[in-house]
């Protein structure tokens, strides 16, 4: 059974740093293009960022630059280092893997960014 889990959530001060992780398991994770999503209230789930199996890399302009993804498929994780962290990244954050029309979600973690 495939399973992925975020952790890594929270609340932070604007111009805070926080680390998201997405563990996998019941897949081959190197196999799989992984993303980020997130949601917040009243709005539309939006793609944030992603990585290749290859290990590229691609960002929403609206956190390019402040964000970084990576993953280790040995460890069969995903994280993303979030910086500089604005009010407007408030939302819940859900990590997606792909392979050819498999395609697996998390169940989302929380990222308040508020004074």
């Known amino acids: 059974q495939v399973q992925l889990v975020e952790s890594g959530g929270g609340l932070v001060q604007p111009g805070g740093s926080l680390r998201l992780s997405c563990t996998a398991s019941g897949v081959i994770l190197s196999n799989y293009y992984l993303d980020w999503y997130r949601q917040a209230p009243g709005k539309q789930r939006e793609w944030v960022a992603g990585?290749?199996?290859?290990?590229?890399?691609a960002y929403a302009d609206s956190v390019k630059g402040r964000f970084a993804i990576s993953r280790d498929n040995a460890k069969k994780l995903m994280s993303m280092q979030m910086s500089s962290l604005k009010p407007e990244d408030t939302a819940v954050y859900y990590c997606?893997?792909?392979?050819?029309?498999?395609?697996?979600w998390g169940q989302g973690t929380q990222v308040t960014v508020s004074s």
């Open positions: 990585i290749t199996t290859d290990g590229f890399t």
């Open positions: 997606k893997a792909k392979y050819r029309v498999l395609e697996y």
